[in-house]
């Protein structure tokens, strides 16, 4: 940190190991240094007993979610900073932060490093203007002076407010032009400086000056070398001209460029650069006109410290919008991972159905393709983690809550690891209370949770080992326990097992695989619930233990209806179906398997011989990819709905892309239903049941 700062004090409330050490790296080692709290009960008692000046608050803790904490530490600590350093890169709830009262949001993908030092130091800024501001108002009665100066000091704090009150980009532009108008300036452009030191003007506020907005807002040629705003940038320094004349105006200290705007009568002007430390982001140019006023020291020092604050909204808009920009690509790669994935994923899950479905006396083939279906099943998930732990990032799952028998989720996740627990000759065990506990919660969620502790203590357990679940129930809480036998942790790795990317295994050889994701997604999925997960070991080779504590259901729960099991169709009930898949090994396993459950099948590869073949065979259901080259699955089932003799067939994407935005889109086209690759065969065929059921109804209406 720099020597402004150096002694003063952060108290840093977050849980997390590792952010706490890259907090503490992006501030440095300054003679008063980070306290690192995990818990807002804890943070209140130090701020009770000590002080700081400045605290850094996760919205994610043990004891406060969301906005919680920072309610209760603005509560009790009013004037003091609080910045909101988070993984969510959510501007609705950065807007809400600060409403709160939060100083800064910080988003933390785009904050360690110089960013943090600057808000940080800007933090002790306006805590000295606030402290400023209160002296002053209670010697303003006796001091006429310090009344302007007052008025300064609440110009910079309000428009702080302004300017930190949103996160996007074109807004803040916006609002750093209209937040110096007219209180700094009759008007004021913002110009934005490119990479390549290219200006652009973004926004004009003005006052009492007949300007079209249309004109204002036009964007800028690129101005001249010699002009002020051009000057400005290239030398980082100020210019104030007091009172303009002729030749001034005349010099364009304002865009000539702009039609009209030389001819306003502005008669003082300021061009101040947005210095961000690394280079100049953009420009103000402020001037006064029918008020009469003309710019002095003052003003430019004012203007100074206004641009200082604009400097670091724009270049926290400006990552927050690379950040987007980088998520957005994120999440589009993932898609294509997953649709790459799931595309042989769905071949071998449908070969290894259509081996069940027909059946062989040879005890070994029974083996191999039990192996195989659960092996499938295994690398679903493995590329769910993957993909739930973005989306939980993003706050995009949603659970799909009810009732739920812990003991029967246990027992579920226990069936799913049985081939791999066999595989490495592991004894499994699961026991429970005479009545296990009941949880509100989605429970295939839950079960996701079991399954990948489960697997974790796999790994990690040497052959001849035992695994246990326990399950019981403590209070007010339902309590499920997963022991092992195996290595264990040490003191120091023990904070880190639920960290993103956080490996046990660093061996070149990675013989336990696994990406480092799994125990995070189980902490996620767990506080999502309410609930919370920690992690026990004695030492090395003394096995581990996790312990998921969930809030416990009262009272009697009537147990959920038995699943009704999938009918194979008859041959008189058999319908026509058309597979549309350009992967022809899943096209073709999927065409056999569903032959083998009595159906009409005819397989197409792209999205031209679709339309051909339904056109032919008019089928009664169409279970068709999205990613087919040429003509995607949307148009090809936009172009179905279209005609007459293809409308009422049932539209059934059957896709590796599995996003919200994708079966909302498939939706909007006319998709019956959205299953996402490897599918199971008996929801399929249920799919396809429940489409025509539905056509019959309506036609007899």
């Known amino acids: 940190m720099g020597d402004a700062i150096s002694s003063e004090r952060y108290l840093l409330v977050e849980d997390d190991g590792g952010d706490a050490d890259l907090v503490r ?38 004891d406060a979610t969301g906005l919680d904490g920072l309610r209760r530490i603005h509560a009790a600590a009013p004037l003091l900073p609080v910045i909101v350093l988070t993984g969510l890169d959510d501007e609705a709830l950065g807007r809400r932060a600060l409403a709160e009262g939060a100083q800064d949001y910080l988003v933390k993908a785009a904050t360690y490093g110089s960013v943090l030092e600057r808000a940080l130091r800007y933090a002790i800024e306006r805590q000295q203007y606030s402290e400023r501001t209160l002296q002053l108002a209670e010697e303003r009665a006796a001091r006429v002076a310090a009344e302007e100066a007052l008025r300064r000091v609440e110009l910079l704090v309000d428009a702080d407010k302004v300017l930190a009150g949103s996160l996007d980009y074109d807004t803040t532009a916006r609002r750093i ?29 003005h006052e009492g000056l007949d300007v079209p907005m249309a004109t204002a807002q036009a964007p800028s040629e690129r101005l001249p070398a010699g002009h002020p705003i051009v000057e400005a940038v290239r030398s980082g320094r100020p210019l104030l001209i007091g009172r303009a004349t002729d030749a001034d105006r005349a010099a364009a200290a ?69 950040a987007c920009e980088m998520d957005r690509r994120k999440d589009e790669f993932l898609a294509m991972l997953a649709h790459e994935l799931r595309n042989p994923l769905g071949a071998m899950s449908n070969a290894a159905q259509l081996l069940r479905r027909r059946g062989s006396p040879d005890p070994e083939v029974t083996r191999a393709q039990g192996v195989l279906e659960r092996q499938v099943v295994h690398m679903a998930r493995l590329l769910d983690d993957v993909l739930d732990l973005s989306r939980v990032g993003r706050g995009a799952i949603e659970l799909r ?17 049985e081939s791999i627990i066999e595989g490495k000759e592991l004894a499994l065990e699961v026991r429970s209370t005479p009545e296990p506990p009941w949880i509100d919660a989605d429970p295939v969620r839950i079960e996701q949770v079991v399954v990948n502790l489960l697997h974790n203590a796999s790994k990690f357990t040497p052959r001849g080992g035992r695994i246990a679940i326990e399950i019981g129930r403590e209070g007010d809480e339902a309590v499920l326990r997963v022991r092992d036998t195996g290595e264990g942790m040490t003191h120091d790795e023990l904070p880190h097992v639920f960290d993103r990317f956080y490996q046990a295994d660093r061996s070149l050889d990675r013989t336990r695989g696994g990406l480092g994701l799994g125990l995070t997604l189980v902490r996620s999925l767990v506080e999502m619930h309410g609930g919370r997960v920690a992690a026990q070991s004695d030492g090395p080779g003394r096995g581990s233990e996790f312990v998921v504590r969930l809030p416990a259901l009262d009272g009697a729960v009537a147990p959920a209806p038995a699943p009704v099991a999938w ?35 005819a397989v197409a590869y792209d999205g031209l011989a679709a339309l051909e073949a339904a056109a032919a065979m008019r089928p009664d259901a169409v279970l068709l990819d999205l990613g087919l080259p040429g003509m995607d699955g949307y148009d090809v089932a936009t172009h179905l709905r279209a005609h007459p003799e293809t409308a009422g067939a049932a539209l059934i994407a059957v896709t590796g ?14 998709f019956d239903h959205h299953l996402t690759k490897p599918v199971d065969v008996d929801k399929l065929c249920a799919c396809i049941a429940s489409c025509r059921e539905g056509a019959a109804a309506h036609s007899l209406a």
């Open 177 to 205: 032009a209209e937040a110096a108008v007219p209180r700094l300036a009759d008007w004021c452009a913002f110009y934005t400086v490119g990479d390549g030191g290219e200006v652009r003007l973004e926004h004009v506020g």
């Open 567 to 601: 009918r194979a169709p008859t041959v008189r009930e058999a319908l026509r179906v058309l597979v549309v898949d350009d992967n022809v090994d899943a096209a073709t396993m999927l065409h056999d398997v569903l032959e083998s459950c009595g159906y009409e099948v």
């Open 254 to 322: 304002v865009d000539p460029a702009r039609p009209g705007l030389g001819a306003l009568g502005l008669r003082s002007w300021m061009v101040v650069p947005l210095d961000a430390g690394h280079a100049i982001v953009g420009v103000l140019a402020l001037a006064t006109g029918p008020s009469g006023r003309s710019f002095g020291g003052a003003d430019l020092a004012l203007a100074e410290r206004f641009a200082h604050q604009a400097a670091l909204v724009v270049e926290k808009a400006r990552l927050y919008r690379e």
């Open 25 to 62: 790296l992006a501030v440095g080692a300054g003679a008063g240094g980070v306290e690192v709290v995990e818990r807002v009960g804890v943070a209140l008692e130090r701020l009770a007993a000590e002080r700081f000046d400045a605290v850094l608050l996760d919205l994610s803790l043990p």
């Open 401 to 417: 809550r009810r009732p739920v028998d812990l003991g029967v989720v246990a027992n579920a996740a226990a069936e799913c690891m």
């Open 657 to 670: 892309y599995g996003r919200p935005e994708d079966r909302r889109r498939s939706l909007e086209v006319g």
